[in-house]
Nanobody, 122 residues
Framework: QVQLVESGGGLVQAGGSLRLSCAASFSSSVMGWFRQAPGKEREFVVAIRLSGERLEYADSVKGRFTISRDNAKNTVYLQMNSLKPEDTAVYYC??????????????????WGQGTQVTVAS
């Protein structure tokens, strides 16, 4: 059974840090993070290939968020620093069996985690 299990969300003050983790039950070509704030559409944050190549960060998180993966553990991480209230959202991990140039779109991914809430207080 395919599973993506996220952890690490929570409440943090503005300027603080959190690290999200997503453990997969399989090895995937691309793993990505998306987020969805209340009343907004789900948006792409960043993705990473099996090789470790980091794919495009969203402009809103560049310089503050870092994605990494541990292939031995089939786990991807999202280190989030200098958090802002506008980063508040449910963060979703996603996995794609194959690389696609559309990695920034939800339809490029085959499996999704349940989501983890990140709340940044001002």
């Amino acid at each position: 059974q395919v599973q993506l299990v996220e952890s690490g969300g929570g409440l943090v003050q503005a300027g603080g840090s959190l690290r999200l983790s997503c453990a997969a039950s399989f090895s995937s070509s691309v793993m990505g993070w998306f987020r969805q704030a209340p009343g907004k559409e789900r948006e792409f944050v960043v993705a990473i290939r099996l090789s470790g190549e980091r794919l495009e960060y969203a402009d809103s998180v560049k310089g503050r968020f870092t994605i990494s993966r541990d292939n031995a553990k089939n786990t991807v991480y999202l280190q989030m620093n200098s958090l802002k209230p506008e980063d508040t959202a449910v963060y979703y991990c996603a996995a794609a069996r194959y690389y696609s140039g559309s990695y920034h779109l939800s339809r490029a991914y085959d499996y999704w985690g349940q989501g983890t809430q990140v709340t940044v207080a001002s």
